[in-house]
């Protein structure tokens, strides 16, 4: 586990009071470059520039400012704590993935990204700060989850069916590790209502796309990029099958289906 916060809080001490485009100078001279392999899989391939995102997630730091120092504090501790829970469903997890913990420039809550050659697990505190406040635990098994995934089915393909059961199987992987709380609490489902009235739409559509490898038919149902439909509506299409599926099997079988069983069912 690399913590790269208190390298952050060092360029804050500098940068909090200064104005905006100091604050990005001080940002590439005391985070970016000490750190530029970490900084080149965060940034890289994003759909906003880092030139505007950058600036904008310094802009958003001083609101959630105490939140992001108490998540600091707490995911050292909680990451073992996850780990050993995790793997009571899945004792077959082994994490041999690097872990940083990190202000992500608003890129992301969790990830995992190529850093030097190897695929790596982030936390950005600055995004868990804005969307989960200091919830951690869905957010922690759901990235969690995707490095075990991606060890037990490896090479899996990068089409739209995939994409969909992956981030749907996270989601409720997440739900079933975390039952205390509602379902609107979970990583990361998007707005069920607003999904649900949307299904007519989305059902036809995604079961015609299902070996789609476009980028933007991955934007438009697992991130934000439709204003016609719910952003991420993918994830709750994911979710309902991982429910289904999961009346009869466990979770660690659902982790195990191989793309060519996952695809018609």
């Not at 995911?75 to 899945?90: C, G, I, M, V």
């Not at 850093?115 to 804005?130: E, H, K, S």
């Amino acid at each position: 586990v690399s913590d790269l916060m208190p390298d952050f809080w060092a360029f804050w001490q500098a940068a909090r009071e200064a104005p905006a485009d100091e604050q990005v100078r001080l940002f590439e001279q005391m985070l970016r470059r000490p750190h530029a392999e970490v900084y080149d899989g965060v940034l890289r391939g994003l759909p906003i520039a880092p030139a505007e995102l950058v600036p904008r997630a310094l802009a958003g730091m001083r609101p959630v400012e105490a939140t992001v120092r108490s998540l600091a504090g707490q995911l050292a501790a909680e990451l073992p704590r996850q780990l050993t829970l995790f793997r009571q469903s899945f004792p077959d997890f082994r994490c041999t993935t690097p872990v940083y913990f990190l202000f992500a420039a608003g890129a992301f809550d969790g990830a995992t990204r190529g850093v030097g050659g190897q695929t790596a697990l982030l936390f950005g505190l600055d995004v868990i700060a804005q969307i989960h406040g200091e919830r951690l635990s869905p957010l922690v098994v759901h990235e969690l989850f995707h490095v075990h995934h991606d060890a037990v089915v490896p090479a899996a393909p990068e089409t739209l069916y995939w994409a969909v059961w992956k981030e749907g199987l996270a989601t409720y992987v997440s739900r079933e590790l975390n039952p205390g709380l509602a379902e609107e609490k979970i990583c990361c489902l998007p707005d069920l209502p607003a999904v649900n009235a949307a299904l007519p739409t989305l059902v036809a559509e995604v079961l015609s796309r299902l070996d789609s490898e476009r980028p933007e038919d991955y934007a438009r149902y697992l991130l934000g990029g439709a204003a016609d439909i719910p952003a991420r509506s993918g994830y709750a299409l994911g979710y309902r099958i991982a429910q289904r599926l999961g009346r009869e099997r466990t979770l660690a079988e659902l982790a195990r289906l191989p793309p060519q069983v996952v695809r018609p069912l």
